[in-house]
């Protein structure tokens, strides 16, 4: 009897093995196929129908939940809504039947679903009753509340909010505008959600794209920080390096001269040129390092390789045509102080701060801090990671001493930005003149810093895109995005947001 009774378990034991075995194959494995098939209608309609966890973010605010459809009449039981609308749509994705799934729903769906292994194996009790629910939580690292002061800084504005973590490259902020608000198509009917989703694809400045990362703009004078970098590590600048006061300078291979934003006359030594944004000592920089070393040192800091961050489609900034530089010095020159090719995401930008900030290790973002299973227990945290390191801690020192002087020191672009608290911070402005034929007006207005000063705990990128800056009313960086950058530090460090408690699921 006893011998039967144990090949009767051995039995059971390797059906539950199979079994789970066959369904990784086909959930796992075979995922990528199937989901493939156009046929695979079925599939779709299944997982639409199962349950689904909550999207939440660090401070407890829900994001994205399923609810019970109110139409008796549907076919599916739940809907999926996202309470925040528009504010975190641009990390949270949206989830529908007909027109797919995108950022965090796309990537973390199996999360979401209960599909992973792990937590098919917490519940292989129940892997037989096909309505158990064993849906996850998805925890962001983002906070609801800086993203509700991100909004209401831009005050409309098209353009971008990065906030990140210095140390651990935690995203507590990213907000874009335009943005849009999935509610307005995840639970119409096809041709309405159709022509919403048109439109918005149709409409002016992408909306449906997540700006902060998934796009890229010309930076003006905040890359300045890079080709300071650069020079740094190269030997090519060092603090008593002195440059020549002067209104225009003509590169190699030209008689067409660069010159300093407005025409200004402008020179002395490398932390005057920094807080002042001289052009032309940057151009000269980037000339005398040469298209080589130069190309290099963009590389070195993560320029040209998309960013390594935990949503779909990331963008990655970009140097421009590198290809027949040694042809080409003056554009090299220009790009030097952030025009011509070169582009770069805001995201990335707030990472260039951060590494500013943080000794010289540049942080690997991310938006996603942990998942959970059904019962509240961590299924995944995330760990912080060191994607570059492109500056020693002492050219880290450097750079911040420069930074410092653009926020307190003699005609610093950010003098003009005071912190509440008499709190101390380092930044670096940037206005991106975008020489368009017909507007030569128009520009891109950035700023990156990190806050506080003696202790960094927090790096921002702000830009303010396709404003048009006049002689009477200039758009620059320290006028425009100075007022967001203040803001958002302003209410971090010594506002409400200095108080709000983060964790996990509640």
Known sequence: MNRQIRQLAIGLMTCYVVLFATLNYWQVAQEEELSANIENTRAVRREFNKPRGDII??????????????DP??????I????????????????????????????????????????????LADILQNETDNSGTVQLALRHDLQEVAKFALGGNTGSVVVMEIETGAVRAMYSN???????FVTQPFEEAQDTIVALQDAPGDPLLAAAYQQRFMPGSTFKVITTGIGLEAGVLFPEREFVRESEWVPPQTTDPIQNYRGSTCGGDLAEVFRRSCNIPFAQTAIELGPDAMVAGTEDWGIGEELPIDLPRPAASTFGDTSNLDQQLPLLGIRGFGQNEDQMVPLHMAMVAATVANGGDMMSPYLVEATYDHEGRVLDQTEPEVWKTPISPQNAALLTEFMTGVTEGDRGT????????????????????LGVI?????????????????????????????????????????????????GMFDYLLTGEGANVVLGGPR
């Open 73 to 78: 009449d549907a076919d599916f039981e739940r």
């Open 438 to 486: 017909g507007d030569p007006d128009l520009v891109h207005a950035w700023m990156i810093g990190f806050a506080p000063l003696e202790a960094p705990q927090y790096a921002i990128a702000v830009v303010l895109t396709d404003l048009t800056s006049t002689i009477a009313d200039a758009a620059t960086g320290g006028r425009v995005a100075g007022p967001v950058v203040k």
């Open 414 to 433: 950010a003098g003009s930005v005071n912190l509440n608290g008499g709190v101390r911070f380092a930044a670096k402005t940037g206005t991106a003149e």
């Open 80 to 123: 999926r809504e996202y309470p925040t609308g528009d504010l975190l749509s641009g990390t949270t994705g949206y989830f529908t039947l007909n027109f797919g799934a995108t950022q965090v729903e796309r990537d973390y769906g199996d999360v979401l679903t209960g599909s992973t292994s792990e937590q098919q194996l917490r519940s």
């Open 57 to 70: 973010t660090a401070d407890g605010v829900i994001a994205a939940r399923s609810v019970d459809n109110p």
């Open 178 to 184: 335009p943005g849009y608000d999935p509610n307005t």
